[in-house]
């Protein structure tokens, strides 16, 4: 079956270190990828996504994230992170060239920021 | 620019009261989405439109849940009647179709409602 795995729940990491999120997908063929990031009383907001080409893919607020198709990862990174960076993150995929309705979000990572 | 648009933001009424929850969509975008987010069962697709036409409504879990679109700018999702467990922040989300398939394009999501039933 077609599945979206982000397998840490919640992850604390100190102001100013480096963050790394993981997703698996469990797909035929390579989907479309989303990370999306949901501030607390938020709608969910796109950070990046990924289509083809470049693997390593830049987005807003300083993300990136890069797919590794031997892997089926497409994990998110942050080389430093702020306190406003604190909140929850959806990766997200949808089958290439199939309807939106597909899309297949992740159950979710929650981000704690130490001081 | 404006973005997608909710009301209310909040929402606590009784069981088997009717609950009715509004979307105004960014303007020129052509797919709504209506989702429902809990603890549970994290975030689920309802349904979504297309140029104003219900397209998939195979998440809307019963009958008690209807969803309209009468014209571009404008939709609601609508419990009659409510249940405790339909509590759960409301989301819409809209995006448009550009070039060959719509299903790479990002979903624009609103605030969201949170409604509680009592």
Redesign the interface.
């Given at each position: 079956a077609q599945s979206v795995t982000q397998p840490d729940i919640h992850i604390t990491v100190s102001e100013g270190a480096s963050l790394e999120l993981r997703c698996n997908y469990s797909y035929g063929a390579t989907p479309y990828l989303f990370w999306y990031v949901q501030s607390p009383g938020q709608g969910l907001q796109l950070l990046l996504k990924y289509f083809s080409g470049d693997t390593l893919v830049q987005g807003i607020k300083g993300f990136e994230a890069e797919f590794k198709r031997s892997q089926s990862s497409f994990n998110l990174r942050k080389p430093s992170v702020h306190w406003s960076d604190a909140a929850e993150y959806f990766c997200a995929v949808v089958p290439i060239y199939s309807s939106a309705s597909k899309i297949i979000f992740g159950s979710g990572t929650r981000l704690s920021i130490r001081p | 620019d404006a973005g997608?648009i909710q009301s209310p933001r909040h929402e606590v009424t009784e069981m088997g009261q009717e609950v009715t929850l509004r979307c105004k969509p960014i303007s020129g975008h052509d797919?709504l989405?209506w989702y429902r987010q809990t603890m549970m069962r994290?975030?689920e697709?309802l349904i979504?439109f297309n140029n104003n036409v219900p397209?998939?409504d195979?998440?809307m879990p019963e009958d008690r849940f209807s969803a309209k679109m009468p014209n571009a700018s404008f939709s609601t999702l609508k419990i009659q009647p409510s249940e405790p467990r339909d509590s759960a922040v409301y989301?819409c989300?809209s995006?448009s179709a550009q070039g060959?398939?719509?299903?790479?394009?990002?979903?624009?999501?609103?605030?969201?409602t949170r409604l509680s039933i009592l």
């Amino acid at each position: 079956a077609q599945s979206v795995t982000q397998p840490d729940i919640h992850i604390t990491v100190s102001e100013g270190a480096s963050l790394e999120l993981r997703c698996n997908y469990s797909y035929g063929a390579t989907p479309y990828l989303f990370w999306y990031v949901q501030s607390p009383g938020q709608g969910l907001q796109l950070l990046l996504k990924y289509f083809s080409g470049d693997t390593l893919v830049q987005g807003i607020k300083g993300f990136e994230a890069e797919f590794k198709r031997s892997q089926s990862s497409f994990n998110l990174r942050k080389p430093s992170v702020h306190w406003s960076d604190a909140a929850e993150y959806f990766c997200a995929v949808v089958p290439i060239y199939s309807s939106a309705s597909k899309i297949i979000f992740g159950s979710g990572t929650r981000l704690s920021i130490r001081p | 620019d404006a973005g997608v648009i909710q009301s209310p933001r909040h929402e606590v009424t009784e069981m088997g009261q009717e609950v009715t929850l509004r979307c105004k969509p960014i303007s020129g975008h052509d797919y709504l989405f209506w989702y429902r987010q809990t603890m549970m069962r994290g975030l689920e697709l309802l349904i979504y439109f297309n140029n104003n036409v219900p397209i998939d409504d195979s998440g809307m879990p019963e009958d008690r849940f209807s969803a309209k679109m009468p014209n571009a700018s404008f939709s609601t999702l609508k419990i009659q009647p409510s249940e405790p467990r339909d509590s759960a922040v409301y989301f819409c989300a809209s995006s448009s179709a550009q070039g060959v398939t719509e299903s790479n394009q990002p979903q624009h999501f609103g605030d969201g409602t949170r409604l509680s039933i009592l």
